[in-house]
C-alpha cells in the first residue's frame, strides 16, 4: 500500500471532511442556486444585483486589507488587535496628504500612517514584551485620539478649512480612476460608449441567469484601481508568506521562535518587519477609505472594519484565501446594511433557513455511523454534541422562519448588525476546526528559557 | 488567545519571592571577610522592606508624567504654552463646580474600571463592558420608568435588573468562549455592535421609548419620584462639605462595589481559584477547579458590576435612557483599570486623575488646543504604564540575581549554616 493510500485511509478513520477544489466550487454553486431561488420566491432582486455587488467589494476591500494585514503579524507571532487603530491613522494621513497632492500620494502617505502604528505596536511587544492584546487596545485609543486631535488642529484651519475641512471631516479628495469592461458592463472604448449586455441581462430578472450577469456585472464595473491592488494583494501575499525564504522565516516566527533564533533566523527583526506590513496594510486600508469609499476624512469613518478584518483572518484560518472568503461574506452583508436592504435581509433569513436545515440534516445523517462506532465516553460526548447541534439547528431555523413569514422588511436597526451577528455566528461555528500560529500571542525573549 | 502568562501587569508574582535575606543573616555570624552591608534604599528595593512598594506606585507615576510630557509637546506644536495651559486646566478642574463634576464622573469610571479588572484578575479581556451597561442601562429605564413602587423596591427591581442583563449579556461571550473556543476579545466586540443595534431599536417611540417634544431626543419613559436616589449633598453637608452641584447619591454603592471586591479578590478562596485558573487553567484543573467554570462565572460577575455602571446617573440624575445617556465609558473602564493595576484603591485614583483630565480638557478650546488631546494621553498612558511596569518587572529579576550572585561570591555556605 503506498503512503498516499495509508494518509487517505487514515484521513477517513478520523472521520473528519476532506474537501478538495471540486467540493468547494460545488458548495459554491450550490449556494448561489440556493441564493437564485430565494431571490426569485421573497422577489427581492437586490440580493444578486450588480448594485449590490458593486458595493460588496467595495466594502470588503477595507476588511480584506486590515485581514491580510492582522495574517502578516500574526504569521510572526504578534496578535495585533491594533489594527483599527492603525486603520485610523491611515485615514487620517492619507486623506491631509490626499486633499493637498492627488489620491495616489494619499495612498502612499495612509501605508506610511499604519506603519507608524505598527512600529509602535512592534516596539512595545517586540522590544518590551508587553501583552499584545493590551498594546493593541492602547493603540486603538491613541489612534483615534491623535487624529481627532489633528483634525481639530490642521482641518479646521486655514487652507484645509477654506476648501471644506472641518474638526470632524477633510476636505474633499480627487477620486481614484475606475475600471469598466468594455462590451459586456458598458465600459468606454476611446469616446465611444460600448454596450452593456450584462446589464441588459440583469433587468429581465431570469432565475440564475440574471444572478450571475449580476455578480459579473457587479466585478466588473466600475471597479476603482485601488481596489484591484487590494486584490492582488491577495495572491502576493500567499507567494511571499509561503513561497519566499522570507516568508519561511517570519511564519517559522511564528510557530517556534525559539527554533528559528537557534536556526538563525532574526527573531526579532523579523517581527517588527511582519508588523509594519501589517500596519502598512492596515493604513492602506484606511486610505481605502478616505479615497474609493468615501472621497473624505470623516470622525469614526473605520466604523470596527479593523476589528471584522480580524475576525475574518481567523474565518479564513490564518490564510490569505480563507481571509478572502471571509471579507467578501462581511462585504456582502455590510452592503446590505449600506444599501437599507431590510426587503434583501428578509429573503436572507429564507436562505439561512434553508442552510440551517441542510447543516442539521446532514450532522443527523451522520449520527448512524457515530453510534456505530461509539467506544469511549469521548464518542459518546461527540454523539450526544451532535444531536444538541440538531436540535438547536431546528429549533433556530423555525425561528427564523416565523420571523420570515410573519413579517415582510427586517427593520433597519436590526441590519446595522447584521455584519457581527455573522461574525460571530461564524466564530461560533468555525473556532474549532482553526489552528493559528503555535506560538502566537506568546511573549518571546532572546535568549530566555521558554 | 489564552495566553497563561498574566497579561494585565498583576503583581509580578513570577520573580522569586524570598530569595534575598541575606544581610540580616550574614549579620547574624559574620564571617571573616563580611561584604561591605548594602545600603538601606538597595535593601529596601531588594526585599528587605515594603517590597516593591516603590515600584507600584512609580511605575504608573513615570508613566503619567511621560504621557504629560507628551500632551506639553503636542500643546506646544499647537501653538500653545504648556505651561499656562496646564495651570488653566487644573484652575479650572479644581473650582468647587467642578469638582463635584469630577466626582460624579469618577463615579461612572470606577464601577466600568472593577467590571473590567473582575476579568483582568483572570486574564480575560472583557471589552464589552460598553455594551453590557448601555444595554442593561436602557432596559432597566424601560422596566423602572413603567413600573411604579414604593421607595426601596423601585430602585433596587432597577439596579437587580441592570445586574441581571448585564450579566447575561456578558455570558454569551463568556459561554462562546468555553464551549466554541471564541476569543472573548472578539466576542465582545461583536456584541458591541449588536448591542448598539438592539438599543437603537427598542429605543423608538413606536417600541420602548418617547419621543421628547421639542427636541430631536428619544428617552424611555421617566423613572417616577419614588423610584429615585436623591443627591448625596445632605449628608456631605451635614459633616460640613457643601457643594455647589448634586452629587450621586448611588456614590456610596460604588465605595462598596470597591469593598467587596478587594475582599473577594484577597481573602477567599473563589478569588484565589479565580486568579489562578487565570495563571494557568491546568494548574487549576489539577487542583479541583473548573477554569471553564470560572471563566463563564468570572464574565457573568463583570457583566453585573458593568450593569451597575450606569445606574448612579440613571437613578441618579436623568431618570430616563435617552440618546444623551454617556457612552464609551466601558473602553475608559479599560484605561483606568490598568492604570490603577486593578487594585481597588489605585483604580479609585486613576478614576479621579481621568475623571479630572475630561473635565478641564473644556478649557483647552480656549487657548486653541482641540480637547481630544485628553484622548492621545489616555492612550500614552495606556502604553507607557503597560511599558514601564514590564522594564520594572525585568529590572527587579535583575537585581534579585545579582543579590543572589554577590551572595554567593561571599561565600556563603548553605549546608554547613544548616549543620550549625
Same mark, same amino acid.
Given at each position: 500500500m503506498s503512503t498516499a493510500a495509508v494518509a487517505e485511509k487514515v484521513k477517513s478513520v478520523n472521520g473528519k471532511l476532506n474537501l478538495r477544489w471540486p467540493h468547494y466550487l460545488l458548495i459554491v454553486g450550490g449556494l448561489l442556486i440556493l441564493l437564485s431561488l430565494v431571490r426569485v420566491v421573497d422577489?427581492?432582486?437586490? *440580493?444578486?444585483?450588480s448594485g449590490t455587488v458593486g458595493a460588496m467589494l467595495r466594502l470588503a476591500v477595507p476588511i480584506l486589507l486590515a485581514g491580510l494585514g492582522g495574517l502578516w503579524s500574526e504569521r510572526s507571532g504578534v496578535i495585533n488587535i491594533g489594527l483599527e487603530g492603525m486603520m485610523i491613522l491611515g485615514t487620517w494621513t492619507g486623506a491631509w496628504a490626499g486633499y493637498q497632492w492627488g489620491p495616489w500620494v494619499g495612498v502612499l502617505a495612509g501605508i506610511i500612517g499604519g506603519m507608524l502604528g505598527g512600529l509602535l505596536h512592534a516596539v512595545a511587544t517586540v522590544t518590551f514584551g508587553v501583552d499584545h492584546i493590551i498594546s493593541g487596545v492602547a493603540i486603538n485609543i491613541l489612534g483615534l485620539g491623535l487624529t481627532q486631535f489633528l483634525a481639530g488642529l490642521?482641518?479646521?484651519?486655514?487652507e484645509a478649512k477654506a476648501l471644506g475641512g472641518g474638526p470632524r471631516q477633510s476636505p474633499p479628495i480627487d477620486p481614484i480612476k475606475t475600471l469598466t469592461l468594455p462590451v459586456l458592463s458598458g465600459g468606454k472604448i476611446g469616446s465611444w460608449q460600448s454596450p452593456d449586455w450584462l446589464g441588459s441581462l440583469e433587468k429581465?430578472?431570469?432565475?440564475?441567469v440574471s444572478d450571475l450577469a449580476g455578480i459579473v456585472r457587479g466585478v466588473t464595473a466600475g471597479m476603482s484601481l485601488l481596489t484591484l491592488v487590494a486584490i492582488l494583494l491577495i495572491p502576493a501575499t500567499y507567494l511571499v508568506l509561503w513561497k519566499t525564504a522570507f516568508g519561511l522565516r517570519i511564519r517559522s516566527c511564528g510557530e517556534d521562535p525559539y527554533a528559528a533564533e537557534s536556526l538563525g533566523v532574526p527573531v526579532y527583526r523579523m517581527k517588527y518587519l511582519a508588523v509594519m506590513i501589517s500596519g502598512g496594510l492596515a493604513g492602506l486600508a484606511g486610505a481605502f477609505l478616505v479615497t *474609493?469609499?468615501?472621497?473624505l476624512y470623516q470622525d469614526g469613518q473605520t466604523g470596527g472594519r479593523g476589528y471584522i478584518g480580524l475576525a475574518a483572518m481567523i474565518f479564513g484560518n490564518w490564510r490569505p484565501v480563507g481571509l478572502a472568503a471571509g471579507s467578501l461574506l462581511f462585504g456582502y452583508t455590510d452592503a446590505m446594511n449600506a444599501r437599507g436592504g431590510g426587503d434583501s435581509v428578509h429573503a436572507l433569513l429564507l436562505f439561512v433557513t434553508v442552510i440551517l436545515i441542510a447543516v442539521a440534516g446532514y450532522q443527523l445523517s451522520r449520527t448512524p455511523k457515530l453510534r456505530s462506532s461509539i467506544q469511549t465516553d469521548l464518542d459518546r460526548r461527540v454523539l450526544r454534541n451532535t444531536y444538541i447541534g440538531v436540535v438547536l439547528g431546528v429549533v433556530a431555523a423555525g425561528g427564523l422562519l416565523v420571523w420570515y413569514l410573519s413579517t415582510d422588511a427586517v427593520p433597519g436597526e436590526l441590519v446595522s448588525f447584521f455584519p457581527h451577528v455573522t461574525t460571530l455566528l461564524v466564530l461560533a461555528l468555525a473556532s474549532q476546526r482553526l489552528r493559528m500560529p503555535a506560538a502566537d500571542g506568546l511573549r518571546y525573549r532572546r535568549g530566555e528559557a521558554r | 488567545m489564552t495566553d497563561p502568562t498574566d497579561p494585565t501587569g498583576n503583581e509580578p508574582k513570577d520573580a522569586p519571592e524570598e530569595a534575598p535575606k541575606a544581610p540580616a543573616e550574614t549579620s547574624k555570624a559574620p564571617p571573616p571577610d563580611t561584604p561591605e552591608p548594602i545600603p538601606a534604599w538597595k535593601a529596601m528595593l531588594q526585599g528587605l522592606g515594603p517590597r516593591g512598594l516603590a515600584f507600584k506606585i512609580g511605575a504608573p507615576l513615570l508613566a503619567l508624567l511621560i504621557s504629560i510630557l507628551i500632551a506639553a509637546l503636542l500643546m506646544r506644536l499647537s501653538g500653545a504654552d504648556p505651561v499656562s495651559s496646564i495651570q488653566s486646566m487644573i484652575d479650572y478642574g479644581t473650582t468647587q463646580s467642578s469638582l463635584v463634576d469630577i466626582v460624579n464622573r469618577a463615579t461612572r469610571y470606577y464601577l466600568s474600571a472593577v467590571a473590567v479588572a473582575i476579568g483582568f484578575r483572570m486574564a480575560l479581556l472583557n471589552i464589552g463592558v460598553d455594551g453590557q451597561y448601555r444595554l442593561a442601562a436602557m432596559l432597566s429605564a424601560a422596566l423602572g420608568g413603567a413600573l411604579t413602587l414604593p421607595a426601596p423596591f423601585g430602585q433596587l427591581l432597577v439596579i437587580v435588573s441592570a445586574m441581571l442583563i448585564g450579566g447575561l449579556w456578558a455570558a454569551i461571550a463568556g459561554i462562546l468562549k468555553v464551549t466554541r473556543g471564541v476569543s472573548e476579545v472578539l466576542s465582545t466586540i461583536m456584541l458591541n455592535a449588536i448591542a448598539t443595534g438592539v438599543i437603537a431599536y427598542l429605543l423608538n417611540d413606536k417600541r420602548l421609548a418617547d419621543v421628547r417634544p421639542g427636541s430631536n431626543n428619544v428617552a424611555t419613559p421617566k423613572i417616577p419620584s419614588e423610584g429615585r436616589v436623591g443627591p448625596l449633598n445632605g449628608f456631605l453637608s451635614s459633616i460640613g462639605i457643601n457643594l455647589p452641584g448634586d452629587v450621586y447619591g448611588l456614590l456610596p454603592l460604588a465605595i462598596v462595589v470597591g469593598i467587596v471586591f478587594w475582599v473577594v479578590i484577597n481573602f477567599t478562596r473563589f478569588g484565589f481559584d479565580m486568579k489562578v485558573s487565570g495563571m494557568s487553567p491546568t494548574a487549576a484543573q489539577a487542583s479541583g477547579v473548573s477554569a471553564k467554570r470560572m471563566i463563564v462565572i468570572t464574565m457573568i460577575l463583570s457583566g453585573a458590576v458593568a450593569g451597575l455602571i450606569g445606574m448612579p446617573e440613571l437613578?441618579?440624575?436623568?431618570?430616563e435612557y435617552s440618546l444623551n445617556f454617556p457612552a464609551g465609558l466601558g473602553f475608559t473602564g479599560i484605561t483606568v483599570a490598568l492604570l490603577g493595576r486593578n487594585h481597588p484603591f489605585g483604580i479609585a485614583l486613576a478614576a479621579l486623575l481621568f475623571a479630572f483630565l475630561d473635565q478641564s480638557s473644556d478649557v483647552l478650546q480656549d487657548v486653541g488646543v482641540p480637547k481630544e488631546i485628553v484622548g492621545v494621553m489616555q492612550g500614552v498612558v495606556v502604553l507607557t504604564v503597560a511599558i514601564v511596569y514590564e522594564l520594572v518587572r525585568r529590572w527587579e529579576i535583575r537585581l534579585q540575581q545579582r543579590s543572589v550572585a554577590t551572595e554567593l561570591a561571599s561565600g556563603h555556605d548553605l549546608a554547613k549554616e544548616a549543620a550549625a
Amino acid at each position: 500500500m503506498s503512503t498516499a493510500a495509508v494518509a487517505e485511509k487514515v484521513k477517513s478513520v478520523n472521520g473528519k471532511l476532506n474537501l478538495r477544489w471540486p467540493h468547494y466550487l460545488l458548495i459554491v454553486g450550490g449556494l448561489l442556486i440556493l441564493l437564485s431561488l430565494v431571490r426569485v420566491v421573497d422577489d427581492a432582486n437586490d *440580493v444578486t444585483s450588480s448594485g449590490t455587488v458593486g458595493a460588496m467589494l467595495r466594502l470588503a476591500v477595507p476588511i480584506l486589507l486590515a485581514g491580510l494585514g492582522g495574517l502578516w503579524s500574526e504569521r510572526s507571532g504578534v496578535i495585533n488587535i491594533g489594527l483599527e487603530g492603525m486603520m485610523i491613522l491611515g485615514t487620517w494621513t492619507g486623506a491631509w496628504a490626499g486633499y493637498q497632492w492627488g489620491p495616489w500620494v494619499g495612498v502612499l502617505a495612509g501605508i506610511i500612517g499604519g506603519m507608524l502604528g505598527g512600529l509602535l505596536h512592534a516596539v512595545a511587544t517586540v522590544t518590551f514584551g508587553v501583552d499584545h492584546i493590551i498594546s493593541g487596545v492602547a493603540i486603538n485609543i491613541l489612534g483615534l485620539g491623535l487624529t481627532q486631535f489633528l483634525a481639530g488642529l490642521i482641518f479646521d484651519t486655514g487652507e484645509a478649512k477654506a476648501l471644506g475641512g472641518g474638526p470632524r471631516q477633510s476636505p474633499p479628495i480627487d477620486p481614484i480612476k475606475t475600471l469598466t469592461l468594455p462590451v459586456l458592463s458598458g465600459g468606454k472604448i476611446g469616446s465611444w460608449q460600448s454596450p452593456d449586455w450584462l446589464g441588459s441581462l440583469e433587468k429581465h430578472h431570469w432565475f440564475l441567469v440574471s444572478d450571475l450577469a449580476g455578480i459579473v456585472r457587479g466585478v466588473t464595473a466600475g471597479m476603482s484601481l485601488l481596489t484591484l491592488v487590494a486584490i492582488l494583494l491577495i495572491p502576493a501575499t500567499y507567494l511571499v508568506l509561503w513561497k519566499t525564504a522570507f516568508g519561511l522565516r517570519i511564519r517559522s516566527c511564528g510557530e517556534d521562535p525559539y527554533a528559528a533564533e537557534s536556526l538563525g533566523v532574526p527573531v526579532y527583526r523579523m517581527k517588527y518587519l511582519a508588523v509594519m506590513i501589517s500596519g502598512g496594510l492596515a493604513g492602506l486600508a484606511g486610505a481605502f477609505l478616505v479615497t *474609493v469609499a468615501a472621497p473624505l476624512y470623516q470622525d469614526g469613518q473605520t466604523g470596527g472594519r479593523g476589528y471584522i478584518g480580524l475576525a475574518a483572518m481567523i474565518f479564513g484560518n490564518w490564510r490569505p484565501v480563507g481571509l478572502a472568503a471571509g471579507s467578501l461574506l462581511f462585504g456582502y452583508t455590510d452592503a446590505m446594511n449600506a444599501r437599507g436592504g431590510g426587503d434583501s435581509v428578509h429573503a436572507l433569513l429564507l436562505f439561512v433557513t434553508v442552510i440551517l436545515i441542510a447543516v442539521a440534516g446532514y450532522q443527523l445523517s451522520r449520527t448512524p455511523k457515530l453510534r456505530s462506532s461509539i467506544q469511549t465516553d469521548l464518542d459518546r460526548r461527540v454523539l450526544r454534541n451532535t444531536y444538541i447541534g440538531v436540535v438547536l439547528g431546528v429549533v433556530a431555523a423555525g425561528g427564523l422562519l416565523v420571523w420570515y413569514l410573519s413579517t415582510d422588511a427586517v427593520p433597519g436597526e436590526l441590519v446595522s448588525f447584521f455584519p457581527h451577528v455573522t461574525t460571530l455566528l461564524v466564530l461560533a461555528l468555525a473556532s474549532q476546526r482553526l489552528r493559528m500560529p503555535a506560538a502566537d500571542g506568546l511573549r518571546y525573549r532572546r535568549g530566555e528559557a521558554r | 488567545m489564552t495566553d497563561p502568562t498574566d497579561p494585565t501587569g498583576n503583581e509580578p508574582k513570577d520573580a522569586p519571592e524570598e530569595a534575598p535575606k541575606a544581610p540580616a543573616e550574614t549579620s547574624k555570624a559574620p564571617p571573616p571577610d563580611t561584604p561591605e552591608p548594602i545600603p538601606a534604599w538597595k535593601a529596601m528595593l531588594q526585599g528587605l522592606g515594603p517590597r516593591g512598594l516603590a515600584f507600584k506606585i512609580g511605575a504608573p507615576l513615570l508613566a503619567l508624567l511621560i504621557s504629560i510630557l507628551i500632551a506639553a509637546l503636542l500643546m506646544r506644536l499647537s501653538g500653545a504654552d504648556p505651561v499656562s495651559s496646564i495651570q488653566s486646566m487644573i484652575d479650572y478642574g479644581t473650582t468647587q463646580s467642578s469638582l463635584v463634576d469630577i466626582v460624579n464622573r469618577a463615579t461612572r469610571y470606577y464601577l466600568s474600571a472593577v467590571a473590567v479588572a473582575i476579568g483582568f484578575r483572570m486574564a480575560l479581556l472583557n471589552i464589552g463592558v460598553d455594551g453590557q451597561y448601555r444595554l442593561a442601562a436602557m432596559l432597566s429605564a424601560a422596566l423602572g420608568g413603567a413600573l411604579t413602587l414604593p421607595a426601596p423596591f423601585g430602585q433596587l427591581l432597577v439596579i437587580v435588573s441592570a445586574m441581571l442583563i448585564g450579566g447575561l449579556w456578558a455570558a454569551i461571550a463568556g459561554i462562546l468562549k468555553v464551549t466554541r473556543g471564541v476569543s472573548e476579545v472578539l466576542s465582545t466586540i461583536m456584541l458591541n455592535a449588536i448591542a448598539t443595534g438592539v438599543i437603537a431599536y427598542l429605543l423608538n417611540d413606536k417600541r420602548l421609548a418617547d419621543v421628547r417634544p421639542g427636541s430631536n431626543n428619544v428617552a424611555t419613559p421617566k423613572i417616577p419620584s419614588e423610584g429615585r436616589v436623591g443627591p448625596l449633598n445632605g449628608f456631605l453637608s451635614s459633616i460640613g462639605i457643601n457643594l455647589p452641584g448634586d452629587v450621586y447619591g448611588l456614590l456610596p454603592l460604588a465605595i462598596v462595589v470597591g469593598i467587596v471586591f478587594w475582599v473577594v479578590i484577597n481573602f477567599t478562596r473563589f478569588g484565589f481559584d479565580m486568579k489562578v485558573s487565570g495563571m494557568s487553567p491546568t494548574a487549576a484543573q489539577a487542583s479541583g477547579v473548573s477554569a471553564k467554570r470560572m471563566i463563564v462565572i468570572t464574565m457573568i460577575l463583570s457583566g453585573a458590576v458593568a450593569g451597575l455602571i450606569g445606574m448612579p446617573e440613571l437613578l441618579g440624575a436623568s431618570y430616563e435612557y435617552s440618546l444623551n445617556f454617556p457612552a464609551g465609558l466601558g473602553f475608559t473602564g479599560i484605561t483606568v483599570a490598568l492604570l490603577g493595576r486593578n487594585h481597588p484603591f489605585g483604580i479609585a485614583l486613576a478614576a479621579l486623575l481621568f475623571a479630572f483630565l475630561d473635565q478641564s480638557s473644556d478649557v483647552l478650546q480656549d487657548v486653541g488646543v482641540p480637547k481630544e488631546i485628553v484622548g492621545v494621553m489616555q492612550g500614552v498612558v495606556v502604553l507607557t504604564v503597560a511599558i514601564v511596569y514590564e522594564l520594572v518587572r525585568r529590572w527587579e529579576i535583575r537585581l534579585q540575581q545579582r543579590s543572589v550572585a554577590t551572595e554567593l561570591a561571599s561565600g556563603h555556605d548553605l549546608a554547613k549554616e544548616a549543620a550549625a
